[in-house]
């Protein structure tokens, strides 16, 4: 159920092969569909109640703080409820295998305790197309990609354009 870095794995699988989420990245980037390793409500309630588990007393997870443990629960309600409108991952439109992969990583983040590394996924309508593509970068890369975008900005803002003064 867990892998050796001990990260909740609702699992995204490639080529049947259970792999970090962070492979969601590769095989969103070509438009491959993503597998998951617990598909159906039922197996993932098994897989739930070892989360839970985990973050008993004697469990792996045994020092997050109960308003963590509120998130996770939350999260986790989340996850069985997308899967039993559906009553199974594959089942679900892409914004909802969008939502089951955001979700996970929401609760990894909370259980290893790094935010930083969360995967956050978006569904991007390609520019000219109807087509939409999933894309997925961690928390880390979102937030400099932001802060580059903000310093180019402001920069191009200090400098001004070739039409104007500088300073004005």
């Not at 969601?24 to 098994?46: D, I, L, Q, R, Y």
């Not at 069985?80 to 439109?93: F, I, P, T, Y």
């Not at 180019?152 to 001004?160: A, E, I, R």
């Amino acid at each position: 159920m867990f892998a050796g870095s001990m990260k909740f794995l609702f699992g995204i699988a490639v080529s049947g092969v259970l792999v970090f989420p962070l492979a969601c990245h590769a095989s969103a980037a070509k438009g491959e569909p993503w597998k998951f390793a617990v598909n159906t409500p039922e197996a993932f309630a098994a897989h739930a109640d070892a989360v839970r588990k985990e973050m008993g007393p004697e469990g792996r997870y045994r020092e997050v703080t109960a308003e963590e443990r509120a998130v996770v629960e939350a999260e986790l309600e989340k996850i069985k409820g997308l899967l039993e409108r559906r009553g199974s991952a594959e089942k679900l439109d892409d914004r909802g295998q969008v939502d089951l992969v955001n979700t996970q990583e929401r609760i990894n983040a909370v259980l290893m305790k790094n935010d930083g590394n969360r995967l956050i996924c978006t569904l991007d309508q390609r520019t000219g197309t109807n087509f939409k593509v999933k894309t997925c970068m961690t928390a880390s890369q979102r937030d400099e990609r932001r802060r580059k975008s903000q310093e180019g900005f402001q920069n191009s803002l200090m400098q001004g354009s070739a039409t104007q003064h500088k300073g004005n």
